[in-house]
């Protein structure tokens, strides 16, 4: 059996899990409309090659990663995710808190949903590792738990020796990770595989379950071979998170600011690891994921595979959408966060919808007791109340101080504070706050500079100009005074060749 050690913190919150994990994955429907943002995933864009009026296939590229070679950047190529006809390239609204803008290519679907040509790698164990990470970057593929990190760029061979396969899915009301490791262990054990080949051949992998979906469990313990184990871990929420699952599984601590695979480990979503399987064993590329659909604003809570693109409502109507839905949130209750409406499409971080009927009210928040209820629960072992105070405060330097990048706004803190302050909101609002900041200093720097550069290269010129001016001057006096020494020399001459009287 494998020993397992803790993380500090936690709480268990109700998981609402059986709302829709009870029936199969259904195919989602095509939509008549796909709207594919240019950026969904963390780093740069993609840039279009694609024009309006083009027809496109399904998987074929319709955004380029932001540089040639796609292995060497955060950004990853967008795919089209049917076939039909580019009828926009335009700024659409995207999953956001905010309804946000940004730049969008809108295909027209015609319903065939026909394949580009694509190669697939099945004898990828002959090629080098970097060969079938590069093939993984193409196939545009991100971290699918939630955070959208281009996968190629944790797919290096950087003496890696612990791969691990998170299948922890802690946050309530989503069950999509669970439906895919009941009904496609085999192709996660063999993305599994296809990433141990990439990293160079890793010492271990394990796939962590949590305790509470022994079908999944099971399922993946019939599909594994000999190097890959299959754990089960608690059902602790926040298990799921990268630097929680490491110490559980390994007893090691990942330090602030510091990158698993510093200590020599990798951490992959389950449905990353089936993404994986597809770019290589089939060739496809990624253009559909696994979404939970939920709440009680649906009448059929389920699992579907959805192109990207579809627009939340298409996908809600499939469930069953009741027509009073009140609040519609993208990801869990923990940390997702909820969205102005059901226009915008389902992006590669898609991974629930919760939808509800009614909103019990909030309590309102009262002032702190600090009977550190929050810090108890806090799985980074931050202080919550004293970050509250310097976040309300807007002293945002003393909230750093206090680490406050390494929240990783689980919501442990709100969900146990008995004075019901939003602690997480405050977080989230003084993060903001300061990379606002900081990209306003960086963008009043970079004018700086360029108008010291303009100065600079405006007073070369007028020194050159002078200088030339200068020499033009200094030339044309020379150039007289070597005039009047010729017309000297020539009067000396004419006055010396002169017949004299005695000649
Ligand atoms: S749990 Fe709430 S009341 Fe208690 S210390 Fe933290 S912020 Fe204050
Ligand atoms: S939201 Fe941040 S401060 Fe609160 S418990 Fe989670 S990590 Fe700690």
Request: aromatic share 6%; hydrophobic share 40%.
């Amino acid at each position: 059996m494998t020993h397992l050690w803790e993380f500090h913190g936690g709480i268990e919150p109700l998981g609402h899990k059986s709302l829709s994990n009870q029936t199969p994955i259904v195919q989602a429907k095509i939509p008549p409309f796909l709207v594919l943002p240019l950026l969904q995933n963390i780093g740069e864009p993609a840039q279009p090659i694609v024009q309006i009026g083009d027809k496109v296939l399904k998987g074929q590229i319709i955004a380029h990663c932001h540089a040639y070679d796609c292995s060497l950047l955060m950004s990853v190529p967008v795919h089209a995710s049917s076939s039909g006809t580019v009828k926009a390239i335009e700024s659409r609204a995207v999953p956001h808190p905010s309804g946000l803008m940004a730049p969008c290519i809108v295909i027209e679907t015609d319903g065939q949903d026909t394949w580009a040509e694509h190669t697939a790698l099945t004898d990828y164990k002959t090629l080098s590792p970097e060969v079938v990470r590069d093939h993984i970057a193409k196939a545009g593929i991100v971290g699918l738990g939630g955070a959208g990190f281009p996968a190629h760029i944790k797919l290096k061979p950087d003496s890696i020796d612990t791969l691990i396969i998170n299948g922890a899915e802690c946050e309530p009301y989503i069950t999509c990770d669970d439906r895919l490791m009941r009904e496609h262990a085999h192709d996660i054990i063999a993305g599994a595989q296809i990433i141990g080949h990439v990293l160079g051949g890793t010492k271990r992998c394990v796939i962590a379950v949590e305790n509470n979906k022994p079908v999944a469990y099971q399922a993946l313990l019939e599909a594994v071979d000999g190097w890959v184990e299959v754990v089960k871990v608690p059902t602790l929420y926040p298990m799921g998170g990268e630097k929680q699952l490491i110490q559980v599984l390994t007893g090691n601590e990942v330090g602030r600011a510091q990158l698993p695979a510093s200590i020599g480990i990798v951490v992959h979503n389950v449905e990353t690891t089936r993404a994986v399987y597809r770019a290589v064993q089939l060739g496809q590329p990624l253009v559909s994921r696994v979404i939970t659909v939920t709440g009680t604003g649906v009448e059929k809570p389920q699992n579907l595979e959805a192109l990207f693109g579809t627009p939340m409502q298409a996908l809600l109507e499939q469930c069953g959408y009741q027509s009073d839905i009140q609040r519609l949130i993208m990801g869990g209750p923990m940390m997702g966060f909820a969205l102005p409406n059901d226009k915008m499409p389902i992006i590669k971080t898609t991974n629930c919808l919760i939808v509800s009927r009614a909103i019990e009210p909030k309590p309102l928040a009262k002032p702190c007791i600090r009977c550190g209820a929050c810090a108890n629960v806090c799985p980074i072992n931050l202080l919550p109340q004293q970050l509250y105070w310097y976040s309300k405060a807007k002293d945002l330097k003393k909230a750093q101080d206090y680490h406050l990048f390494d929240c990783i706004d689980c919501g442990c803190c709100s969900y146990v504070c008995p004075s019901h302050i939003p602690l997480v909101s405050y977080f989230r609002y003084a993060k903001a706050e300061i990379r606002a900041t900081e990209r306003d200093r960086k963008t009043a720097e970079l004018a700086k500079q360029r108008y010291e550069f303009k100065k600079f290269r405006l007073d070369r010129s007028k020194k050159e100009r002078a200088e030339r001016h200068k020499k033009a001057v200094s030339d044309k006096s020379k150039q007289a005074e070597i005039q009047a020494a010729v017309e000297r020399v020539k009067a000396k001459k004419a006055q010396s060749e002169k017949p004299t009287a005695n000649s």
